[in-house]
């Protein structure tokens, strides 16, 4: 099984209060792994650790081999990682397709591309089975919907590693359905994923390892039995 990340010994504090304690964490090729943890015990603290949204204190993270140090969350972003937030991250006043590639738009001539960014856009979102319009003001979508313009945007990263943050909780159970499969799309193209969730349920479906957190220690990491759903 190849290794694409490892979290060793990662530490992290806010005002003083330790909310990770030494946590290691592998994310494999080709498999998913669920985080799992009560509210608060650090499993989005984690994720942005890795992403280059926080900074840790202390441990190693290691990409591809070498030990990395993202100081941003474009770094990450550029290196191949892709992180799908608990808390939505776009921006209803710009349009879906401007949210997909805000920040890193194609240009040509030092022109900004639409055609493409509309083109590619509208490409993710049908892999999601969205028929929407990429011109629409995101604001204008369901909070269902922004949740997979999420999704698009993690997807048209092309990332090797991707982070699903509790993605399933905006989703109804026809979106959940096909997320779980474009989940196993991913993973049979090799990607390595971290899915968080709360629902068990989805745990056993999705994925193939587990790791759980407990304010802020690793106190379980093994595989799974997945138990997929066969309907
Ligand atoms: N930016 C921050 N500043 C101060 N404290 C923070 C910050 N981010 C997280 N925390 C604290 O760190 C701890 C872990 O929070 P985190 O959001 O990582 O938990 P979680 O496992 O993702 O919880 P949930 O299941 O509710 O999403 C909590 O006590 C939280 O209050
Ligand atoms: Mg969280």
């Given at each position: 099984?190849?290794t694409?990340l490892q979290l060793q010994g990662i530490e ?8 990770l304690k030494s946590v290691d964490l592998t994310i ?5 792994v669920?985080l ?10 984690l ?9 840790r204190?202390a441990g190693k993270v290691v ?148 790791a759980i957190l407990?304010?802020g220690e690793m106190v379980h990491q ?10």
């Amino acid at each position: 099984m190849t290794t694409l990340l490892q979290l060793q010994g990662i530490e992290k504090s806010f005002s003083g209060i330790n909310v990770l304690k030494s946590v290691d964490l592998t994310i494999r090729a080709g498999r998913v792994v669920a985080l799992a943890g009560e509210n608060g015990a650090g499993k989005s603290t984690l994720m942005k650790i890795i992403s280059g949204i926080y900074q840790r204190d202390a441990g190693k993270v290691v990409y591809k081999g070498k030990e990395v140090e993202f100081t941003t969350a474009r770094q990450s972003m550029d290196a191949g990682i892709g992180i799908i937030h608990q808390e939505l991250n776009l921006l209803p006043e710009l349009s879906v397709a401007e949210n997909i590639y805000l920040g890193r738009e194609p240009t040509k001539l030092g022109k900004i591309q639409w055609d493409v960014i509309e083109r590619e856009s509208k490409k993710y979102l049908a892999q999601l089975k969205q028929d929407i319009d990429p011109k629409t003001p995101l604001g204008r979508l369901s909070i269902a919907q922004q949740q997979m313009v999420e999704i698009a945007k993690a997807l048209s990263l092309n990332a090797e590693v991707i982070i699903m943050d509790e993605p399933t909780d905006a989703l109804t159970d026809i979106e959940t359905a096909i997320l779980f499969e474009v989940v196993d799309e991913l993973r049979a193209q090799g990607k390595g994923l971290v899915f968080i969730s709360h629902r068990l349920g989805e745990i056993f479906q999705m994925c193939d390892d587990i790791a759980i957190l407990r304010d802020g220690e690793m106190v379980h990491q093994a595989p799974l039995q997945r138990s997929p759903k066969t309907t």
